[in-house]
């Protein structure tokens, strides 16, 4: 069994859960492959002797690999998925952050729940991707991709920006906003969420389109399918906005067309049996908190 491991920090918790990983090539063959950088912050903090192999980039990995852990919270995991790409490696999660909605593997009973994901006793969901294209000749990336949103908005300025939507050539809205979240099912219950974005459920064939702070107050999210080619436009006070994807970001000039659509392969997110988006809502959303809800 080949595992690839990737975090974005080293310390007393990511060294205590890979002794706990490496404590299982005592009983199954397995090959760990742990991310260069993360390597080089472990070997900073702490004196290895494990034996393993490293990674540097998504081109020294490929599909025999059966296995990509993370160690963080669900932004570490997000950030995963440019070493996997499309190679169809499925992601689990090991939380050590604060909400979990993607990393759901947890600290407490690790020990039990990695033999599990060594037995390979997990279930693999495949979630939706959106590909963004955009003409610019100064900003440039390798890995056009998001798993949980593409977002435009403002860059240094207080004032609003004007967001001009298409869908599939059709004119939606201009939005009057800090910005605009282009949300999949995934990311959902992350930003989106948070500025008043509805929940989706993960296999739902959905994107919702979250204006931020909009200054027109009947400009409401809306679901879309996620077949439709959504372009959006940006103008300003100033020359620059901001492109996100997840956590990357990118300067574009205003004016610039950015098309965003699902893209032509899937993430494979691993997740234990007894774990679900259903119960996850309820444990990370306090649901049942209330005695009503139950």
Known sequence: MKIAIYSQHAGKFAYSILLDLFDLKNNYSIDFFIENEFNKLLIKDS???????????????????????????????LRS????????????????????????????LLKDELEKIIKREFQVEERTLLEVHFDSEKEKTDFKFALNEVSVGRKNTTSMIKIKTNLDGEFLNSYWADGLIVSTPTGSTGYSLSCGGPIMSPLSQTIALTPIAPHNLNARPIIIS????????????EKFHLLSLDSRIISLKNGTLIKIKKANFKIRIAHLFQDNFYKTLRKKLLWGEDKRNL
Do not use: C, H, W
């Not at 599909?63 to 990509?68: A, E, I, K, P, T």
């Not at 689990?92 to 759901?104: K, V, Y």
């Open 47 to 77: 004196n290895l002797k494990f034996d393993y192999k490293t990674f540097s980039s998504n081109k020294d990995l490929d599909n025999s690999f059966d296995l990509m852990i993370t160690i963080g919270g669900d932004g570490t995991l």
């Open 226 to 237: 996620d077949n439709t080619e959504i372009v959006l436009s940006v103008s300003g006070r």
């Open 81 to 108: 998925i440019t070493f996997v790409r499309d190679l169809g490696i499925p992601i689990i999660g090991i939380n050590t952050g604060r909400l979990g909605f993607l990393a759901t593997l947890n600290q407490d």
